[in-house]
């Protein structure tokens, strides 16, 4: 079994995962990242993605919307506005999120009012990807 | 001795103002059970927020990144600063707002020209007092218009990018947060925060004066881009955290408040009603006497 290392999660409602872990796999902005016992300092920012760490041998997944994360060799955090795993994401509530930004994005808006929508479809098409690759 | 039918009317009109501070009470305490459960949720985030990002600047190189530029060529007295000022959208809630408000007022006197200050005041109160007041300097912006009930992530996300943009911009110079801070659950006093620029605190040095040898961490793709990323991100999440800690220092405070008025309530209304009932005696007595010498002055 590999070395593992102090993992934290914590979102900004609740604190998501704390305890140790073998490895993790994160997007960062461009590609994925996999992080093992011993890695480098490094720090990166994490767009709205997906996220997987093995505890156990055994791998977890969570949907992760905008953060960033800081790796030490023996620790690693990661801070972000939400994280959810595949079974508790409201399937009914992201499927609203997206048609409302779809519908959203037909209208003429400003550069902005853009930016915010687009976010907002990537987080629930986000969601919606996870819970279905993940969560049957 | 007091007419009687003016205490009787005290006593009704203090039962009337009873209901609502002791209505006032209830709604502020489970309103507050709710702050303090998001408080509670989101402590964690905001704290392990500033220590991160004190230990990532630790490790990262110098940058000549937007956000932590000083702009030292612009001269004191020129310089335009921008506060964020987290009041209550109601009063009745003891010194909350007055504490805040007072502080706020401290705080644009120690600049050197008021004339450049520029308010972004959230909460009813605030705004009415720094719109209303006498010395008209500083400047309010009107059309920022944020609640503090339940605050949000979206809300907290929107006031961040407006400021950076007015930052980016080079409307505001320096921006600060003004909030309450929660230091315990009886005790809270406002505090500032400086946002941006982003100062670089000295770290550097540990609590024996030698300097931290500190790994320089490696940044993806480079420093610039992921500080480009993060500090919005940090601004957006501090403001959150100290919209939440605000929410719930003024839900304490409000309850705090409601309950010693209801409990004043409730003194004078036992203290009044002894006097109407001494009032009501005395008149009853001097009634009797009248009846008894009137009746005497028939034999």
Known sequence: MAKSFHLEIIASDRVFYQGECEHLVITAIDGLIGIMYGHEPLVTSLPTGELKYMVDGEWHYAAISEGFIEVMPESSIILADSCELPEEIDIKRAEEARERAEEKMRQKQSIMEYYHTQAALNRAMNRLKLSQKHFK | ?299
Do not use: W
Request: with cysteine.
């Open chain 2, 1 to 299: 001795m007091a007419n009687i039918r003016e205490i009787r009317e005290r006593i009704a009109s203090i039962k009337q103002i009873l209901k609502i501070t002791n209505a006032m009470y209830l709604i502020s305490s489970s309103k507050l059970k709710k702050a303090r459960k998001s408080l509670d949720a989101t402590m964690p985030y905001f704290e392990k927020l500033q220590t991160t990002i004190e230990s990532i600047l630790e490790h990262t190189p110098h940058t000549r990144q937007f956000y932590f530029d000083k702009r030292q060529n612009v001269p004191d007295e020129k310089r335009k600063k921008g506060y964020i000022v987290i009041t209550a959208d109601k009063g009745l809630c003891g010194s909350y707002n007055h504490n805040i408000l007072k502080y706020t007022e401290q705080e644009l006197a120690k600049t050197p020209d008021t004339d450049n200050c520029y308010l972004f005041i959230m909460g009813q109160v605030g705004r009415m007092y720094f719109q209303n007041r006498a010395a008209k300097k500083a400047s309010v912006d009107g059309e920022f218009l944020y609640t503090t009930q339940n605050p949000t992530l979206y809300r907290a996300r929107e006031i961040a990018e407006l400021v950076l943009e007015k930052f980016e911009e080079k409307e505001l110079d320096e921006v600060y947060l003004i909030y309450t801070d929660m230091i315990n659950s009886g005790q809270y006093e406002p505090k500032t925060v400086q946002l941006l620029p982003f100062s670089r605190r000295h770290f550097g040095k540990t609590a024996d004066g030698t300097m931290k040898k500190l790994p320089k961490a490696s940044f993806v793709p480079s420093p610039e881009e992921v500080m480009a990323y993060l500090i919005p991100n940090y601004a957006k999440g501090f403001i959150y955290g100290a919209m939440v800690e605000a929410f719930c220092c003024e839900q304490q405070a409000r309850m705090t408040a409601m309950d010693a008025a209801t409990n004043s309530a409730r003194d004078m209304i036992k203290d009044l009603s002894l006097l109407y009932n001494r009032a009501r005696q005395a008149a009853i007595t001097q009634e009797i006497t009248e009846v008894v010498s009137g009746a005497n002055g028939l034999e």
